[in-house]
């Protein structure tokens, strides 16, 4: 787990690359009304979806850190619950854009002309190419830092090739006045926004059924640590669920040093035999400290 002011470093760069996308995608949307462009549309819904990801995601944090009363269980299921309706959205942005290019397809074959602005499209993609060049940049500074800065730099990454693409089909529209290019790529988009979608919304609810399960209160197992013989005091209490397993962290403090050979381990037996038999729980990480002394004595995990 990242310290706090890793955390704090990460939530920032995360902030500014919002600011950036935000401010783009309005430049995107009026380009897009201008151009009559349904494939600088349909980046436009891309990045909205990316956008109100992320801002989802920024909101589930805060709430479950104020509103949950075990802080693992309610951050896992904000951030899953934040994520599907995220896949809704996705969805959402990618049937719309497909509906729109069918009915431009079958308008176009009718005999209708298509009138689109490839220069104003391609303009458009190359200031996009330079808002998610700098978005990316932020990120990619912080993104060894956190996985969700890491996970959202990559997103920014592939919105830079999808500006890259828009950006030469502007051309060959100008080139060729072929204006079935912009219907083909708005298509495109669509469809990998589609997919992710149904990615995201799958990889939501399978979380959500495997955690449905309550985690055990932190306050009731830091209680019950605190009352095995020689512990002086327990904190950083932290119940996470891992590959369906519950998993315990705690900082143990003894209340005198052990001097007796072993006799750190035989606490820490008795606190693990407390949390198998109270709470079912099989693995913990357990840091042993001794509280007169001030020395840290290595922690060992139990499987």
């Not at 690359?17 to 891309?46: E, K, P, R, W």
Request: charged share 15%; aromatic share 10%; hydrophobic share 45%.
């Amino acid at each position: 787990m990242t310290d706090i002011t890793t955390h704090q470093a990460s939530r920032r760069r995360l902030l500014i690359a919002l600011a950036i996308t935000c401010s783009f995608m309005v430049i995107q949307i009026i380009g897009a009304y201008y151009s009559n462009s349904l494939a600088v549309l349909a980046d436009a819904g891309h990045l909205f979806v990316h956008n109100s990801s992320l801002f989802i995601a920024l909101i589930a944090s805060s709430m479950a850190i104020y509103f949950a009363k075990n802080f693992n269980d309610g951050y896992q299921r904000a951030e899953l619950t934040g994520g599907l309706i995220n896949g809704i959205l996705y969805l959402s942005i990618s049937l719309v854009i497909l509906y729109e290019g069918g009915e431009r397809y079958f308008h176009h074959s009718d005999g209708h002309e298509l009138h689109i602005n490839s220069y104003l499209m391609s303009v458009i993609s190359a200031i996009g190419f330079l808002f998610h060049g700098a978005a990316a940049w932020v990120l990619y500074k912080g993104r060894k830092a956190s996985i969700n800065v890491y996970a959202v730099f990559l997103h920014s990454f592939f919105d830079l090739i999808s500006t890259v693409s828009t950006f030469f089909a502007g051309i060959l529209i100008y080139l060729t006045g072929w204006a079935e290019v912009d219907i083909i790529s708005s298509m495109l988009i669509a469809m990998f926004v589609l997919f992710t979608g149904v990615k995201v919304i799958s990889r939501c609810l399978k979380g959500l059924f495997e955690n449905s399960g309550k985690l055990p209160d932190v306050n009731e197992i830091e209680q019950s640590i605190a009352s095995v013989e020689h512990v002086e005091n327990v904190h950083n209490v932290t119940v996470v669920r891992q590959d369906k397993e519950l998993v315990v962290g705690a900082h143990v403090v003894l209340k005198q040093h052990c001097t007796v050979e072993k006799h750190d381990e035989a606490c820490r037996l008795k606190v693990e035999k407390l949390l198998l038999s109270r709470f079912k729980v099989a693995k913990s990480v357990l840091q042993i400290e001794s509280h007169e002394c001030h020395h840290d004595i290595p922690f060992r995990k139990n499987t």
